[in-house]
């Protein structure tokens, strides 16, 4: 039985509401039939399209983008690939230009070996794009003074990686995580280093607002079923943040109380 608590618990953005708080991506996978029942699967609402990477034309049955019904999904396009702020300026523009939306997935890679992000481009870039219009989320690394940069520059939602792009480490930092959390106003939605669905609960564990993931599906033996088993975990780790943990102890507590216990002669 689903508690008060999580049903009444949307993930607000940019004056949206998104009854999940798991986003999903497109790439990767082996058929398109295969990402949509992925996709159904994870229960996401919003779902990420690389502009760069995929035909925009929606009559194109081999596309991606035809099978992805705008009235099933809120699709987001991304600036996947884009190594300078100038390219993913221009990325944006044209998912915007083809339709999809004025929202956008901010990236700006600065390293091809890490798939790091370039911090200075991607300020440069969620400026631009924020004075143009644009509800931007940023993805970016896990550091504090980075994400209230980019909360200051006007971004709707701030995008910490748990580890590297495509890594299924998981969170590498959980204590950034946090922290980034704690201090931005915007919701925090993790992105990349997801590997299986105990790293999502953790991640929604650390109180983040929502996470995004890729890889982690589309490269599973069986990438709807391992679409599932994320949709519970986000639910599961949102909860259990919610519920509020027990304290850690370093020393045995007894489950059952003492007083009023039969004790031996």
Known sequence: METRALAADPLEIGGRSFASRLIVGTGKYRSNRE???AIRASGAEMVTVAVRRVDLDRNREEGIVHHLDPDEFFLLPNTAGCYTAADAVRYARLGRAAGISEWVKLEVIGDESTLLPDVAATLDAAAELVAEGFKVMAYTNDDLVTAL??????????????????????????FYVREIKRRLSVPV??????????????TMEQGVDGVLMNTAIAAADD???????????VRAGRAAYLAGRMPAREIAVPSSPSVGMLHRR
């Open 223 to 233: 990438p709807a079923t391992m679409a599932a088993a994320m949709k519970l975990a």
């Open 35 to 37: 990402m949509l029942d």
């Open 149 to 174: 940069r980019l909360e200051d520059a006007g971004c709707v939602a701030v995008m910490p990686l748990a580890s590297p792009i495509g890594s299924g480490l998981g969170v590498v930092n959980p």
């Open 189 to 202: 939605i993790v992105d990349a280093g997801v590997g299986t669905a105990s790293d999502a609960c953790v």
